[in-house]
């Protein structure tokens, strides 16, 4: 937790990145083929930013970013479970 | 001790799980994705669901209302409705009456009735029912949420009615974008003297618990108009919402990762152990922002 708060900046595009997923999600909530895009963006890009973060900090593994594969995908089928029921 | 021991593998990070809760290795991780799969098949299956139609709010057509009301009628072997051009000027008329007046119910705040819309365009009915979905960016959606409520559904798959009208209407209500679905059904008058009436229920109730609020059933022969409109009460039946299981499962998942993620952030702090992983205040950010969308979410509306 401490890494979070030394290196905040790194977690700037995260957190927008988040923030404007629940937006639309609030705003958008009846456009389902934007909903669904907006949820396959937010996993692949959660993805991409695990990647990219731990290839700075040069400790990234196969079983971490399988960690972050999976939390994406997890999020990714809840996402669309919710939407497609919409 | 055995539970404990079991409860502190799967949450504690602890060297019978290398410092790092069961519930977050890859085998567990893998195994709630296939039940998370596997849940939203049992879902689709059960509620007899068809296939997702993906569209856009505006994209809502009267025609595949229709049609997909009468597909709903063969299933069950029931004669189709004809399309009535005046039943859909009424379903008109009464879709604009609620965005002029912001109103959503079956009666109006000045307490203008369904059937008010019947009269204003000469329909003459011997049967009459309204069915109301708003907020559904597919007619697919509004369908099933219809049939999954009793009362909506014996108005779609009663053989009293002949015809049928669908209106859908795009306005503001309580200064929200809505696209609202009428969907009138009538049979024409032969006899002047018989006016039975059925609707739709007039309780609101929302598509996320598809509980009925009531189940009109209509007289045969009714002498007087007026006694035939007071709504009758009739037993309710709650049923099951796809989109309530899919948002109740998502938020129990998400809930026990969040927390397996909090109990890992202070035990790894406190015990200065270091091991190579994932940023937990990146995995908790993402699954924060999941637990806000899911409460968050909602559904179409159907009254």
């Keep these: 937790m401490k890494h979070s708060f030394k290196h905040f900046s790194h977690y700037l595009p995260l957190v927008g990145m988040l923030f404007f997923t629940a937006l639309a999600f609030t705003q958008f909530y009846y456009e389902k083929t934007l909903l669904i895009a907006v949820s396959f963006a937010v996993s692949i890009a959660y993805v991409v930013w695990g990647a990219i973060h731990h290839t700075i900090h040069k400790d990234i593994t196969v079983k971490i970013l399988s960690e972050y594969i999976f939390v994406a995908l997890i999020g990714l089928i809840m996402l669309l479970s919710v939407v497609f029921w919409m | ?303």
């Design chain 2, 1 to 303: 001790m055995k539970t404990i021991k079991l409860l502190r593998h799967l949450f504690v990070p602890h060297a019978s799980n290398n410092y790092t809760p069961r519930l977050f290795h890859f085998q567990s991780l893998l195994i709630i994705t296939t039940v998370l799969i596997g849940a939203q098949f049992l879902l689709r299956f059960g509620a007899g669901y068809s296939g997702s139609v993906l569209g856009y709010a505006s994209n809502i057509s009267t025609s595949e209302v229709i049609t997909l009301t009468n597909q709903k009628r063969s299933e069950v072997g029931v004669g189709q409705l004809v399309y009535s051009d005046v039943l859909s000027e009424a379903a008109r008329l009464k879709g604009e009456n609620m965005i002029a007046n912001n109103y959503w119910s079956h009666v109006g705040p000045d307490g203008t009735e369904p059937w008010d819309f019947f009269a204003n365009v000469g329909y003459s009915y011997r049967y009459a029912g309204e069915n109301l979905a708003r907020d559904f960016s597919n007619p697919v959606s509004a369908v099933n949420a219809w049939m999954a409520s009793p009362s909506h559904r014996d108005n779609m798959l009663s053989d009293k009615y002949k015809e049928i009208g669908v209106a859908v209407v795009e306005g503001t209500l309580d200064g929200v974008d809505t696209t609202i679905i009428v969907q009138l059904f009538g049979t024409p008058s032969e006899a002047p003297a018989v006016v039975p009436v059925v609707a739709a229920a007039q309780e609101q109730t929302s598509s996320e618990d598809f509980i009925p609020s009531a189940n009109a059933q209509e007289p045969d022969t009714v002498d007087d108009q007026t006694e035939a409109r007071k709504p009758i009460e009739i037993n309710t039946t709650p049923l099951v919402s796809p989109f309530s299981a899919s948002k109740y499962i998502a938020l129990f998942v998400v809930s026990i990762l969040s927390i397996v993620l909090v109990i890992d952030v202070i035990e790894i702090e406190r015990r200065g152990i270091t091991r190579p992983a994932g940023r937990r205040f990146a995995h908790l950010s993402f699954l924060i922002t999941l637990i806000i969308i899911l409460i968050i979410a909602r559904a179409g509306e159907i009254i």
